[in-house]
């Protein structure tokens, strides 16, 4: 996990991304947020569930007030994250932002099924991404009021 911002009052984030480089780039895009963000990476679908239901070493962690979710993931699918995420009663008032390389109107579509609360392609060059990165800090971290769980 990584603290990151200014804020005295935190929200966690559940990174899902299996790419080094684009955890990097999302790491560097939340260092200029308004808020207080602990981001946490999970590099697989598996470990974001395992994650998510506070099993084995993650028993500790923290709830997620917000996922940003990759659908193109190793062990567990992205896709196969979303449904169980909007399955669970104790999972499903977390906002899933799927935030992936796919264009894909069939894998749109399909996320929005599921639940989804927001789907974004990724840019391809740095300044798109982080441009992104930063309108996902503006919107959903500085904006939108994120259900907590009691704490």
């Given at each position: ?19 080094p480089g684009d955890v ?128």
């Amino acid at each position: 996990m990584e603290s990151i911002g200014t804020d005295a009052s935190p929200i966690e984030v559940l990174l899902v991304e299996d790419s080094p480089g684009d955890v990097r780039l999302t790491q560097e895009a939340f260092k200029d947020a308004k808020v207080h963000i602990n981001l946490h990476v999970a590099s697989d679908g598996a470990k974001a569930m395992a994650f998510l239901k506070r099993e084995g070493e993650h028993a500790n962690a923290a709830r997620p007030d917000l996922i940003l979710l990759d659908l193109n993931l190793p062990k567990k699918d992205g896709r196969e994250v979303l449904e169980e995420i909007k399955a669970s009663p104790a999972l499903k008032t977390i906002p899933v932002v799927v935030l992936t390389t796919s264009s894909s109107e069939v894998d749109i579509l399909r996320s929005y099924t599921l639940h989804a609360n927001c789907y974004i392609t990724k840019p391809v060059g740095l300044d798109g991404f982080l441009t992104v990165v930063k309108s996902i800090d503006n919107f959903w971290l500085s904006v939108v009021k994120l259900p907590r769980e009691a704490r």
